[in-house]
């Protein structure tokens, strides 16, 4: 199916801020371990900022694994069943997978809210931007279950064969 600006500009902006990240990560990582080991002096902020940039590349990731459909899923007597009950029972399971990301993204936004004013103690932000990953990769996720149900339903309303 032909995909819109919209849904490529998403594709495209997950992709890359999320290869930074995962650079920027490395790279911090190995300096600390360089300074660690070779220098004997580390960096008071250096795994505390790794592990709040593996929390956003956890979070913003998980609405790519839906893209490439790598979720894992038990599918064994779906497989058995007709093309029309896989495409329903594709749009029930984003259903549920939406409805557990609305639920997230709220007590998520509330976390973001009573968080701010408690800081990392090594880089000297607010905890809220840490939970804000959250909120933002259950929002870009729900995002990606609507174009994936509206492209289900296309295949559906064509008896369930995909193109």
């Known amino acids: 199916m032909k995909k819109n600006k919209i849904v490529q500009f998403l594709d495209r902006s997950e992709e890359v801020i999320l290869v930074g990240m995962f650079a920027l990560m490395v790279l911090i990582i190995f300096i600390q371990v360089i300074m660690r080991y070779i220098f004997n002096n580390s960096l008071s902020w ?7 940039l593996f929390v ?7 609405s790519i694994g839906a893209k490439r459909k790598e979720h894992i899923k038990i599918t064994m007597f779906i497989d058995k069943g007709s093309p029309k009950l896989k495409c329903i029972c594709d749009i029930l399971s984003e259903l549920i997978v939406f409805g557990i990301c609305l639920i997230t993204a709220y ?14 103690a090594g880089i000297k932000i607010s905890m809220s931007w840490g939970y804000l990953s ?22 559906l309303k064509k008896g369930g064969k995909k193109e």
């Open 107 to 120: 007590y998520g936004l509330e976390l973001v809210i009573s968080q701010s004013q408690v800081y990392f």
């Open 134 to 155: 959250v909120v933002l990769g259950c929002v870009i996720m729900m995002i990606r279950n609507l174009i994936i149900i509206k492209d289900t339903f296309t295949t």
């Open 56 to 62: 956003w590349i956890s979070w913003l990731g998980i």
């Open 46 to 52: 250096s795994e505390e900022l790794g592990k709040f």
